[in-house]
């Protein structure tokens, strides 16, 4: 309601867009965090919905850069209202979460602290989304996973870490949930590239990353193994004019690369990066892991995977 409720094209945007719906994963995630370790509901409220803001106006910013026409089954803000109009909603929405970190009731060193923490995080996404705008066969498996926690796991592991602040909780505990998180965001990432092939992305066209020529564990893995002449064509169609991508194209490389080997080795990271959020949810304290295993079972496993595949 405060950040849509004034009149204005900038507050119409935000209806339209806020109006979608949503997970909200990452304000749960930061409520249920906090619940776990006694935190006041008045005082992570507000954090949880800066980390909601801050993750819609990552999603209005990133369908800018990609050119993504579809988002939640409706046109995406830039293809609705115009490139502007999205690039100052995402703004606002940036603005506005900070906004919320100064009203929260609580110290002002403790507030001091959330801001940096969402600074510091806003900073690793953005170097996260810049790595992520253009693929190239040089992209390594050890690159993407870097870039994801980037991009990806910096936001999954904000609302935990600001709970986590709010609590005083020990520096052992707060190390351990941020790399569970930045995995499980890892997995996350792993999941959405696998949907883009699959026409299973919620509400988005199928072929979204082939038709912007952007980072997916897919080509990826394609590079990783060497798949010539695979590879060769596919950064061929990759580097062509992206307007020039007809759907027809897309969905003939979108059907290659799910029977090519690359998919099935993406199919195994996911695996292993899962395994590992398992290892690390072993070292956390109970309610806690109870609360992070919750969490992570909104994603489908491997083996889902495969047979959805097969």
């Given at each position: ?86 690039l100052n909603l995402g703004d606002y929405f940036l603005t506005q979460a900070h906004g919320l970190l100064l009203e929260t009731p609580s110290s002002a060193e403790s507030r001091l602290h959330l801001a940096m923490l969402f600074t510091r995080r806003i900073s690793e996404s953005i170097r996260g989304q810049v790595l992520s705008a253009r693929f190239t ?174």
């Amino acid at each position: 309601n405060r950040v849509a409720s004034q009149a204005g094209p900038l507050q119409i945007s935000a209806r339209y867009h806020l109006a979608a719906g949503g997970g909200q994963f990452r304000a749960q995630l930061a409520l249920a965090t906090a619940y776990c370790l006694d935190v006041p509901a008045e005082r992570i409220i507000p954090v949880a919905a800066a980390c909601e803001l801050l993750h819609n106006a990552s999603l209005v910013h990133d369908d800018l850069q990609d050119q993504d026409a579809m988002r939640r089954g409706q046109y995406t803000v830039w293809k609705r209202f115009g490139e502007d109009i999205a690039l100052n909603l995402g703004d606002y929405f940036l603005t506005q979460a900070h906004g919320l970190l100064l009203e929260t009731p609580s110290s002002a060193e403790s507030r001091l602290h959330l801001a940096m923490l969402f600074t510091r995080r806003i900073s690793e996404s953005i170097r996260g989304q810049v790595l992520s705008a253009r693929f190239t066969p040089e992209f390594t498996v050890a690159d993407y996973e870097s870039m994801v926690r980037a991009k990806t796991g910096a936001f999954f592991a904000l609302p935990a870490e600001c709970a986590l602040a709010l609590a005083d909780a020990p520096s052992t505990v707060n190390e351990d949930v941020v790399k569970t998180l930045e995995q499980l965001g890892v997995a996350y990432q792993i999941q959405d590239d696998l949907s883009d092939f699959m026409g299973s992305k919620a509400g988005r066209e199928a072929g979204s990353d082939l038709r912007a020529g952007v980072v997916n564990a897919v080509f990826v893995h394609c590079a990783a193994s060497r798949q010539q002449p695979l590879l060769d064509q596919l950064m061929i169609f990759l580097r062509q004019d992206r307007t020039q991508a007809t759907t027809t194209d897309v969905t003939r490389w979108a059907k290659r690369l799910c029977e090519s080997t690359a998919f099935e080795h993406t199919l195994n990271q996911l695996e292993s990066v899962q395994t590992r959020v398992a290892k690390h949810l072993q070292k956390l304290p109970m309610p806690l892991a109870q609360t992070l295993a919750e969490a992570s079972l909104q994603f489908k496993a491997a083996s889902e995977w495969r047979l959805s595949h097969s």
